[in-house]
């Protein structure tokens, strides 16, 4: 099973679903970083960046789900027999 980094890699060569989200993600981190390398942020930055918050944690999500989905087509199997053991 390839890991985590080789996983992402290859879904962003081969997955638009998950390199438009790594896209818009990446996006929102550096607006979240404009602003948070402000002193001040005025009460409509204030709700920016929560708002920010709430859509690049949605999308990381669900890269999470497109990435577990991918990690299920590499995991083996569990056997008949160990599925029905009268130990399980």
């Given at each position: 099973m390839p890991d985590a980094s080789e996983?992402?890699?290859?879904?962003?060569?081969?997955d638009e679903e998950f390199r438009t989200l790594?896209?818009?993600?990446h996006e929102l981190e550096e607006r979240l970083q404009n602003l948070s390398s402000k002193s001040y942020l005025s009460d409509t930055e204030?709700?920016?960046?929560?708002t920010l918050k709430k859509k690049k944690l949605h999308l990381k999500d669900r890269m999470e789900?497109?990435?577990?989905r991918e990690r299920s087509v590499y995991a083996p199997s569990?056997?008949?027999a160990a599925?029905?053991?009268?130990?399980a």
């Open positions: 996983l992402k890699t290859y879904l962003l060569q081969s790594a896209t818009q993600h204030q709700l920016e960046e929560v789900e497109i990435l577990r569990e056997t008949p599925q029905h053991s009268p130990h």
